[in-house]
């Protein structure tokens, strides 16, 4: 499967941005999804992820309040709503997935990746 990560941007601190994934090449709903992010010098971390029907999700536990991930399996496209943003939520946002029934939170449990919408958040 082929993903494609859109919606960053340059926003101020509060403000709310949309991130969407388009899937192609599977079916999308084999596919649990997530979503990760990286700052400069540091590592690749978890920030959320959805079941295949999207009735499971997962969330880094310093995001579960400002961030919101869903799907729309007939439009192959996952999102990640954030909300209330914050200068130390800028970083490079990934999407993956994972042809899976589970719901992993891991890098290591993705097979495929997106490549990177960049978010920047002014103080």
């Known amino acids: 499967v082929q993903l494609q990560a859109s919606g960053g941007g340059l926003v101020q601190a509060g403000g709310s941005l949309r991130l969407t994934c388009a899937a192609s090449g599977g079916t999308f709903s084999s596919y649990a999804m997530g979503w990760f992010r990286q700052a400069p010098g540091k590592a690749r971390e978890f920030v959320a992820a959805?079941?295949?029907?999207?009735?499971?999700?997962s969330y880094a536990d310093s995001l579960k309040d400002r961030f919101t991930i869903s799907r729309d399996n007939a439009k192959n496209t996952v999102y990640l709503q954030m909300n209330s943003l914050k200068p130390e939520d800028t970083a490079v946002y990934y999407c993956?997935?994972?042809?899976?029934?589970?719901?992993?939170?891991?890098?290591?449990?993705?097979?495929?990746w997106g490549q990177g919408t960049q978010v920047t958040v002014s103080s």
């Open positions: 993956a997935a994972r042809r899976t029934w589970r719901l992993p939170t891991t890098l290591r449990d993705y097979d495929y």
């Open positions: 959805i079941s295949l029907s999207g009735g499971s999700t």
